[in-house]
């Protein structure tokens, strides 16, 4: 056991405080107090065999995913609207939203989400501690207009500018996101290799989900959504409705916007590249063609006199 300020008080006032207004959330189990007391070890049964057995390839392990109230993390946000009806947001500028939380633990398996109530994996599907949104909408109706979001970053999980959940009826107008970064401590050979509860890092602009209807004050979508520098090692359609939960599962990297474009500029470099080689090559054998004619041609007159006399 390593503990911390928070972790030591909570086990050493459990052994002096019985009312279970203070022990509801705070609860600890004989076993975990066995385990941080007297260590893992023969004469107390191993107790952390307990609270965490090994687990096969493919079972997982009830209770992780969640913070000590019970609550599915949702990652940093810098605004959430929650079941606001009729509502006019305007005129919003929400920029610098970072999330520096490391990577879930697999010790619990491969965990499709939280399960210990009734929390809905199309919304917290794997590990959801890592996500970075500048802005949340979810089960509300009204206008968003004039909404500018700026500089999203998740070091290990997905960023979204502006996320938009179940059950949302709302019109949008003039939405502009700028610089979304997702898994930006991650590398390529890494992300390629993580397994459920942690995702492959993707980022949107707008993700939209399912069971809402967006609509537009003026316009289209394609009029009303701008965004540039959204980068991940995914990427979500920003115009379609991204309602399909396996597309987040772990799998090989889809190759982001960036990622294509540097790849295209270092082949169109190494094409031009070769093509100035091949160039001078043929300056330099033209050079000498050049200069091997002018020496013979330098003989030929006392050729032709040789042959007259």
Known sequence: ?????????????????????????LYIDPVEESFVFDGNREQNGYPFMTIFPPLDPDQVMSGCGTDIQLHSPKGAIGLMVNGAQDSLFNNLYIHDVYNWAALGLEVCGPYRGPHLSTEDSDISYGYTGTRAHGMVIDFTSGDYKDIRIENVESWHGEANGLTIYKESHINLQSILVRNVNAGTKLDRKYVERMTLPNLVPRACAVDIHAETSVHFVNGEMVENVRFESVDGFDMCDQYVLNNDVDSLQPAKQTQSGSHVYVQIGVALFAMLFVLFVGLCMYCILDQRKKAARAEFSEFT?????????
Do not use: H
């Open 1 to 25: 056991y390593v503990g911390d300020v928070f972790t030591d008080i909570q086990f050493a006032a459990n052994k002096f405080m019985d009312s279970w207004y203070y022990r509801n959330s």
């Open 301 to 309: 007159p006392l050729l032709e006199t040789d042959l007259e006399t």
